[in-house]
């Protein structure tokens, strides 16, 4: 997080560790404010890497498991980057500043995958630079959300993944009643001081608990190499294109779509815990005999207590058994439904 940012937070009642806004002074609150009413977060749990130059388009579209040439100034995309047995590396959002693309992953793996980008850059007329310190990223969400940003950004789109671009930076529609806000550490203080007196400051992890309930897949350093696209439901929140030329794990994933059966889906799950879940937990079902049946994804603290979850595992396990968090003795997943239809298999 750029230090004069987090400086800034501090300030207004930020209570931060490892870069990221743990919350504003009552965490449960925030929560419950997060799922009811309209709030601000800050979400330095992202980091944002910049592919400039004349080739940064093919490049990207040589890499990537969507269409890069559908970005554009008033498009924003879902993607991945795989390795070469199809498995996810990291999940992207990207949007265009002028001619460059910028991408958005958890910051703890933006390191790694900015150093496996320039591998492929070769001689390739395109450079890879982590912007993280450089960017501030808010999100905000809620019923009011659309008149908090209308004074900063007008019109702004009807379409999901629509952009709207302002002097102030940009806004990405991320979900019905949520926009992420891409700017500068001078604009953010500005756009921080107007936005909270009808939005509520709230904890990084209150977004994460959207991008959970919105059934968006989230790849971290502990679920990188565990999934086909289509096992995290990438293909269904329009993160993979089918008919794009190559790229690594092409293969596998193309043939995941239309050859055979897929026996893996995500699932948006429940767990009553007092002890909080982790990303890449495994799961349990009487099925499969004593070997895990999936694992967990992505995990957030619950408004109403417990955790929510994504959780990756056997669809068949899913349909006929309970299914059980670390052991078959371990808390049962509650499923709830995803705001979107998984295809019959």
Not at 26 to 51: I, K, M, P, S, Y
Not at 252 to 279: C, F
């Amino acid at each position: 997080m750029n230090q004069d940012w987090q400086n800034f937070l501090a300030t207004h009642g930020a209570q931060i560790q490892d870069g990221v806004v743990s919350h504003f002074g009552d965490d449960t609150a925030e929560r419950l404010a997060t799922r009811d009413g309209t709030v601000l977060c800050d979400l330095g749990q992202f980091g944002t890497l910049r592919a400039s130059g004349e080739e940064a388009e093919s490049f990207l579209q040589n890499l990537l498991s969507n269409d890069i040439r559908e970005v554009s100034a008033k498009r924003a995309q879902l993607s991945s980057l795989n390795s070469p047995k199809g498995r996810m590396l990291a999940t992207l959002l990207i949007w265009r500043d002028g001619d460059d693309y910028l991408l958005q992953l958890p910051r703890a793996l933006s390191e790694q995958i900015r150093k496996k980008l320039s591998m492929y850059v070769l001689r390739a007329k395109v450079r890879i630079t982590d912007v993280s310190d450089e960017m501030v990223t808010l999100g905000v969400s809620g019923t009011d959300a659309q008149e908090v940003l209308h004074p900063r950004f007008g019109e702004l789109p009807l379409a999901a993944l629509g952009v709207a671009s302002s002097e102030s930076g940009s806004a990405i529609k991320v979900g019905d009643t949520r926009w992420q806000i891409n700017t500068t550490p001078p604009h953010a203080r500005l756009l921080w001081s107007e936005f909270k007196s009808r939005a509520l400051p709230v904890g990084s992890s209150c977004w994460d608990w959207l991008n959970i309930r919105s059934g968006i897949p989230v790849i971290l350093t502990q679920t990188q190499e565990q999934f086909v696209a289509q096992m995290a439901n990438l293909d269904l929140v329009n993160g993979v294109n089918f008919k794009k030329g190559c790229y690594p794990g092409q293969e596998i994933v193309a043939r995941t779509q239309y050859l055979g059966k897929l026996k893996r889906r995500m699932y948006l799950a429940h767990i009553d815990s007092n002890e909080a879940p982790q990303p890449g937990d495994d799961l349990f079902s009487a099925d499969m005999q004593g070997q895990a049946s999936g694992l967990l994804a992505n995990v957030a603290a619950a408004p109403s207590g417990g955790y929510d979850v994504l959780a990756v595992l056997q669809s068949s396990s899913r349909e006929t058994q309970q299914v059980h968090w670390k052991s078959l003795q371990g808390a049962v997943l509650q499923f709830l439904p995803l705001p979107y239809t998984l295809p019959a298999n």
